[in-house]
């Protein structure tokens, strides 16, 4: 543990043990332990390459080259919204589809949508501030509205652990704002959230507790404890004295 | 208009060759479009032409060990065209190549290969009809294992549409829900080359990914939706097959190179005025908007 600052006493959603996510062949994230409060907001923050992403990727199922332990309840259902970047908005897809693949889980490739799941959709989408969008064709929305869409996909996720990775990239400020507020709605219904961000003052303002990562934890607690001075310098420091060429350290202890 | 029907007509009722031309054109349509459609919005429109080269050393082994059997070269083109489908695949995720530059590599090695193996006991027309085929010398077992690859790839293509599609624009989606992604992407690849493979005696490797691609690309510029593309794409080769065979027979020339140039006429008159993108198209609505 490299940060005296202790994991608020929660009851874990999810609790990592010695976790050390490779990308790409090269780890990415280094000997993680602790636990992600349910019911909370977690912030990850960090600078470039600190293995954010990484590390929402091996808890969100997309990346299965890590060593160490992920714990969490198999009955729990996640949620992952990669960065938008991974999304081809070109292919012609209608919204409604979209948002129906949320139900992936119970229809899988070959089950119908009943009258209830299209009642859901519309519901999902007007959720997100889109109503009556749902024959539009993905394409067709702007970056903010493609984002809502995957919000109202998490929606119909119904998840009890939704993985935001860099959600509000290149997303104006009215988008943010009601895609914030839908946080919080979640965190009312007891979800538990882990939001990849980058914006410190939203960080500050919306989330409890903070992750701040560079390929190690720096800190790990409430976010007032977290986000010190001390801990972002360190956090910086440590991802630019990061050696690319030094051999992988042995993991299995 | 007597004149007219019996031009057009004239050769598919007074010869058997031309019936079976044309029936093998027309199931060819049916499995080829769709899958190139597929490809097309998935932007892996190089890799049919990569396949359709990698088919090449596998039918020839095929040749060089049975002669002009169909089951040998066919069962060799598939097996050698999927085996550089999978080396490329294997070489995308062990190393940091991307995977068009990785199935550049090996089809080149293949094709080159395919070429050396022909030499080896074939003549130049061996090699041309490996290359070109020729839809008129279709028989009875081409006939049939084109039907039976048209008929499964729709199925297969039934089946896996949602995991494909959602493959197609979100993959990492797809992964985070344990969705059979791997396997979508897997019998995509196995469909395009049973085609290819299926196409070879008709029209060749290399003009059979003409009948895939191009009827595809021109679809996109008429309609959105993925089924919308694959009926239409299927209903552009499939004219265009008939009308290639036509104009094959009417001027005397070799048919797989007219059945793809009529498939190409229909693309660059899509590319022109194409409802969705066409460039005419859409210079006449930017007009008609600036002098609203």
């Known amino acids: 543990m490299t940060s005296g600052v202790a994991v608020a006493d929660i009851a874990p959603a999810i609790s990592l043990r010695d976790l050390t996510v490779s990308y790409r062949g090269h780890p990415a994230v280094h000997h993680l332990s602790g636990a992600f409060g349910a019911g909370t907001l977690t912030a990850v923050v960090g600078p470039n390459g600190a293995g954010k992403s990484s590390l929402l990727g091996a808890l969100g199922g997309t990346i299965r080259d890590f060593e160490g332990r992920i714990e969490r309840d198999p009955a729990l259902r996640v949620a992952y919204l990669p960065q938008a970047s991974a999304l081809d908005r070109s292919f012609p897809v209608r919204v409604h589809e979209v948002v129906a693949m949320g139900l992936w889980p119970r229809i899988g490739s070959f089950g119908a949508l009943t009258a209830a799941d299209h009642a859901a959709v519309i519901d999902a989408l007007a959720a997100v501030g889109l109503r009556g969008f749902d024959q539009r064709w993905l394409g067709e929305l702007s970056a903010g509205q493609a984002q809502r869409v995957l919000f109202a996909r998490v929606l119909m996720q119904d998840a009890g652990v939704i993985l935001l990775d860099e959600p509000f990239n290149a997303i104006d400020a009215r988008t943010t704002a009601d895609l914030l507020a839908l946080l919080q709605r979640w965190k009312r219904e007891a979800r538990t959230v882990i939001a990849v961000l980058h914006d410190l003052v939203q960080v500050r303002e919306h989330f409890e507790q903070v992750l701040l990562l560079a390929r190690e934890r720096v800190a790990w607690g409430p976010t007032a404890e977290v986000l010190k001075a001390e801990h972002l310098f360190k956090a910086r420091q440590m991802a630019e004295a990061w050696d690319e060429t030094a051999p992988a350290c042995k993991v299995s202890a | ?292």
């Open chain 2, 1 to 292: 208009m007597s004149l007219l029907a019996s031009s057009l007509l004239g050769p598919f009722i007074e010869f058997p060759f031309m019936r079976r031309a044309l029936v093998a054109t027309l199931a060819l349509s049916v499995g080829c479009a769709p899958i190139g459609c597929v490809l097309v919005l998935r932007r892996m429109s190089l890799v049919g032409d990569a396949m359709a080269h990698a088919v090449l050393p596998g039918a020839a082994a095929g040749f060089l060990l049975a002669g002009l059997s169909l089951p040998a070269m066919s069962l060799g083109g598939f097996v050698a065209a999927m085996a550089v489908a999978l080396a490329a695949g294997f070489v995308t995720r062990a190393t940091p190549q991307r995977e068009d530059a990785s199935f550049a590599a090996l089809y080149l090695i293949a094709l080159a290969l395919g070429v050396l193996l022909v030499s080896l006991r074939g003549s130049q027309i061996d090699l041309l009809h490996m290359l070109f085929g020729s839809v008129l010398a279709v028989d009875d077992a081409a006939l049939l294992q084109i039907a039976v690859v048209a008929s499964i790839t729709l199925w297969a293509l039934a089946l896996m549409y949602r995991p494909l599609v959602l493959e197609s624009f979100d993959p990492g989606f797809l992964r985070s829900v344990g969705g059979p992604g791997a396997r979508a992407h897997m019998v995509l690849l196995v469909l395009l080359v049973a085609n290819l493979v299926s196409a070879f005696q008709a029209l060749g490797t290399l003009m059979a990914v003409g009948l895939m691609m191009l009827p595809a690309a021109a679809a996109r510029f008429w309609v959105a939706s993925l089924p919308a593309m694959a009926a239409l794409s299927v209903a552009i080769g499939a004219a265009s097959g008939a009308a290639g065979l036509l104009l094959s027979y009417h001027a005397e020339l070799p048919s797989g190179p007219c059945i793809v140039l009529v498939c190409g006429g229909a693309y660059i008159v899509s590319v022109l005025f194409g409802t969705r993108d066409g460039i005419v198209t859409r210079r006449l609505l930017a007009t008609s908007h600036l002098t609203r």
